[in-house]
């Protein structure tokens, strides 16, 4: 079944892409072309204040493997990271994101550098927000015009809390950026033709030392974190931490 005409709401006022708040986005579907809505995956998506994203998209899971760690690299649509910009709304046009890439499973890092996904942002009066563009259709491989829906989560006290981590190596074929935005850490990897990525959640549970419990949701490929990570400590802008792929800088990091 098609969506009614949505009622849009074109000022800058609504914008709900705030230039300086993080944010936690799922899609609720996505529409190519004149084709129904339809929602084939579990999708997140985590934006820094400075918008650094991490989007991972994996096959929503049946009622038998709902409990289970996702793993299988078949299950992966799509994952990528990098920054966007916006341009607000006016009383004459919606507002319009811009998504650059730099890490993507689809592609090479060299080839990441030249895709662009571009939509305007239409925000609907019960917080929905419609993306409306143009971009590559994962499964056919060709360009098409898509609609996709989001849904921002309300944001809570410790949501306010996050950090933005890159390793890059050139020579090997290393790029990497991970995102933590209160209670979801978001990460993507290639190293030269191997992709990964991870997606942790935390619980209100504790370890044995008192810090916060990380759940994996996500894990496919070898992506392997510094422990630093999840400690109850805040990690600085500035601040360097080794790893299996090479050293981790922050480049962001707010609350």
């Given amino acids: 079944m098609h969506p009614q005409t949505p009622t849009t709401v074109l000022f800058s006022d609504f914008f709900h892409f705030s230039l300086d708040q993080p944010s936690i986005s799922l899609r609720k579907y996505i529409k190519w072309g004149d084709n129904p809505p339809s929602e084939p995956t579990s999708t997140l998506v985590l934006t820094s204040p400075l918008k650094n994203f991490v989007d991972i998209r994996v096959s929503r899971p049946t009622s038998c493997t709902s409990a289970r760690i996702v793993t299988s690299l078949s299950s992966l649509e799509w994952a990528f990271g990098g920054t966007s910009s916006n341009t607000p709304a006016t009383n004459l046009a919606p507002a319009h994101t811009v998504w650059k890439h730099w890490v993507d499973s689809q592609c090479s890092n060299l080839d990441a550098d030249q895709v662009r996904d571009e ?11 419609l993306e409306v563009g143009r971009m590559v259709n994962p499964a056919t491989g060709k360009e098409e015009s898509y609609e996709e829906c989001w849904i921002d989560v309300d944001l809570q006290a410790e949501d306010n809390v996050g950090w933005v981590i890159r390793v890059q190596n050139e020579v090997e074929g290393v790029r990497g950026v991970v995102i933590r935005v209160g209670a979801w850490i978001q990460g993507v990897l290639r190293r030269d ?30 992506l392997e974190v510094p422990e630093r990570l ?15 792929d090479g050293i981790w800088d922050c480049v962001e990091s707010w609350g």
């Fill in 193 to 222: 033709g191997e992709f990964a990525l991870r997606m942790w959640k935390h619980d209100a549970s504790k370890n044995e030392g008192g810090s916060k419990r990380w759940n994996v949701l996500v894990r496919i490929g070898d």
């Fill in 230 to 244: 999840f400690e109850d400590v805040k990690v600085e802008v500035g601040e360097t931490i080794g790893g299996k």
């Fill in 119 to 129: 939509g305007d942002m239409i925000v609907q009066e019960n917080g929905e927000v």
